[in-house]
């Protein structure tokens, strides 16, 4: 599996942990069984998590405009999971409101919660790996030209890095 893959593995393991500790609870007043609130949060985010780290990152977005773009669409898309899976037979419209403000809190709280535990575990890596340094690089894992474009600009600061080492947005460099 590629490092890219592996992070992503990685990334999506925390965020299911920490989404379903978060969500399944938020989740309680649909009066729902515990294992089908959980299923719901493992699949949403199945829906979700391997288009914010594969797909969004071929949009051409850079930084903060690609991370803002990618949670809002996670949020939202989590969010109509949730009101989608809420029973609501003949419900008010007040009632369908009060769901989807609901749906729409409680995906964001679990959205917010993983997407910290995330800068967390990666800030614990970063630290605990001797003679690496992060260095924002807005390409990464956007389309090959701009890596190499990357790679030609950092000229050997990369020297005893495998080929494609990458975090989430960040390439893992010796320091110097």
Do not use: C
């Amino acid at each position: 599996m590629s490092p890219y893959a592996t992070a992503w593995a990685t990334a999506f393991a925390i965020t299911i942990t920490v989404e379903v500790a978060v969500a399944v609870p938020l989740l309680a007043p649909t009066g729902v069984r515990l294992w089908r609130r959980a299923a719901l949060v493992v699949l949403a985010n199945l829906a979700t998590h391997p288009l914010v780290w594969f797909a969004f990152p071929q949009l051409g977005l850079f930084g903060n405009g690609r991370l803002a773009v990618s949670e809002l669409f996670a949020v939202a898309v989590e969010a109509a999971a949730y009101v989608l899976f809420w029973p609501t037979s003949a419900a008010s419209p007040a009632r369908a409101k009060a769901v989807a403000l609901h749906s729409f809190g409680t995906s964001a709280v679990a959205n917010g919660a993983s997407f910290a535990a995330g800068l967390i575990v990666a800030v614990l890596v970063l630290r605990s790996t001797p003679g690496t340094r992060p260095v924002p690089d807005e390409a990464v894992p956007d389309a090959p030209v701009a890596a190499a474009q990357f790679q030609e600009a950092s000229s050997g600061a990369n020297e005893g890095v495998a080929e494609g080492e990458r975090t989430r947005g960040y390439e893992v460099i010796q320091a110097g």
